[in-house]
T-cell receptor, first 115, second 118 residues
Framework: AQSVTQLGSHVSVSEGALVLLRCNYSSSVPPYLFWYVQYPNQGLQLLLKYTTGATLVKGINGFEAEFKKSETSFHLTKPSAHMSDAAEYFCAVSKSGGSNYKLTFGKGTLLTVNP | EAGVAQSPRYKIIEKRQSVAFWCNPISGHATLYWYQQILGQGPKLLIQFQNNGVVDDSQLPKDRFSAERLKGVDSTLKIQPAKLEDSAVYLC????????????????FGSGTRLTVV
């Protein structure tokens, strides 16, 4: 069974600083990986996804993530934080192969951006 | 294209009452999901449909929760009777193609229904 671990339930950065949100997965088969963002009182919005191919994935709003199989990680980064990035971020995995492709989420990381 | 529509946005009920949530997915999306998101946690899948058939309902508390997707379009999730621990945001999502193909296309979420059970 696949699972997702997000390290750090709360990350605080200054405006303009690097954003690094950590995600590790466990999967017995190559995973499909996703990062979603959730603003207060809203649904989940897809930031980026990794399926196959290039391991560095670029998403919306300047975010990117790198799939590292050797480290079973898919960390989310952004070079320079903006106030509008303050939100909750969820890493999710959907395994490939088998008969059920349900999307399993981590517990989330709340990002605070300080002026 | 229009997004995933959910209603109501908020609902407050007393324990032991019943409640129903409605979801209208993006037109043409075959796969539909209901997730429960308890405060401070990630969303948890309750049930997954492909067209009007259930693909996975292993985490649906069937003694009190039920869901249907008649005609393979919109869907209703019902709780009867509600418990305090059912307080959560209920998210609906949809995806193109089959549940196997959903991982390629991604999943589009609605804004959710926030349920408070008092």
């Amino acid at each position: 069974a696949q699972s997702v671990t997000q390290l750090g339930s709360h990350v605080s950065v200054s405006e303009g600083a690097l954003v690094l949100l950590r995600c590790n997965y466990s999967s017995s088969v190559p995973p499909y990986l996703f990062w979603y963002v959730q603003y207060p009182n809203q649904g989940l919005q897809l930031l980026l996804k990794y399926t196959t191919g290039a391991t560095l994935v670029k998403g919306i709003n300047g975010f990117e993530a790198e799939f590292k199989k050797s480290e079973t990680s898919f960390h989310l980064t952004k070079p320079s934080a903006h106030m509008s990035d303050a939100a909750e971020y969820f890493c999710a995995v959907s395994k490939s192969g088998g008969s059920n492709y349900k999307l399993t989420f981590g517990k989330g990381t709340l990002l605070t951006v300080n002026p | 294209e229009a997004g995933v529509a959910q209603s109501p946005r908020y609902k407050i009920i007393e324990k032991r009452q019943s409640v129903a949530f409605w979801c209208n997915p993006i037109s043409g999306h075959a796969t539909l999901y209901w997730y429960q998101q308890i405060l401070g946690q990630g969303p948890k899948l309750l049930i997954q449909f492909q067209n009007n058939g259930v693909v996975d309902d292993s985490q649906l508390p069937k003694d009190r929760f039920s869901a249907e997707r008649l005609k393979g379009v919109d869907s209703t999730l019902k709780i009867q009777p509600a418990k305090l621990e059912d307080s959560a945001v209920y998210l609906c999502a949809s995806s193109q193609g089959s549940h196997q193909g959903a991982r390629y296309y991604g999943y589009t979420f609605g804004s959710g229904t926030r349920l408070t059970v008092v």
